[in-house]
């Protein structure tokens, strides 16, 4: 037994929508939540459609229960660009398991059943979380409105304070009131370069 604290398992899936089927990976995730929490295992996904509503909030309430102290910012992310679609479903399970599935692109009805599972290939999976890395910074942020249940109700855990809403979370405010999520402002309100 080691005397260091262990770096706790991270999964990362990259899933064409949040629907909730026989075999997705996200459906795995939501079932096991409980289990992996225990275990202390963080998640985080990039989908490539956001529909249906339901299904993105239980996932996104799923990967926030796995990762109660990372920003909503940091749990998911959206493949908004066409182009990302021709990347496979995948996920990676820590540093030496990896599932693959097929490309996200070919409709549902026209899908193979391609699925690779890889145990104990620490390779695959480096490579497998270099792409999901690249891709990750390809996606875009989830619009908050998308993660929020209907009746505006944070799908987080109750805390001591109320959450700050992602758009607080991403920048700060100007003189003129506005948030800038895409540079810090100084103090004069004028951005950084």
Not at 141 to 154: N, Y
């Amino acid at each position: 037994m080691s005397s260091g604290l262990a770096r706790p398992a991270r999964v990362r899936l990259l899933q064409y929508d949040p629907a909730i089927g026989q075999f997705d990976p996200g459906a795995s995730l939501i079932v096991m939540k409980d289990t992996l929490a225990a275990a202390g295992v963080q998640a985080c996904a990039i989908l490539a459609k956001l529909e249906p509503e339901d299904e993105l909030r239980q996932l996104f309430h799923t990967l926030s229960a796995l990762s109660p102290n990372a920003p909503a910012t940091g749990l998911i992310r959206w493949a908004r660009n066409p182009r990302l679609l021709d990347a496979h479903e995948q996920v990676t399970y820590g540093a030496d398991m990896c599932w693959s599935g097929d490309a996200m692109r070919r409709d549902a009805d026209k899908r193979n059943p391609l699925i690779l599972f890889h145990m104990d290939a620490p390779d695959t999976a480096l490579l497998a979380q270099r792409a999901f890395t690249a891709l990750w910074g390809a996606s875009v942020q989830v619009p908050e409105r998308h993660l929020l249940a209907r009746t505006g109700a944070k799908l987080r855990a109750p805390m001591s304070r109320p959450p700050m809403p992602l758009s607080r979370r991403c920048g700060r405010m100007s003189r003129a009131g506005r948030w800038s999520a895409t540079r810090p402002v100084r103090p004069g309100g004028r951005p950084r370069h």
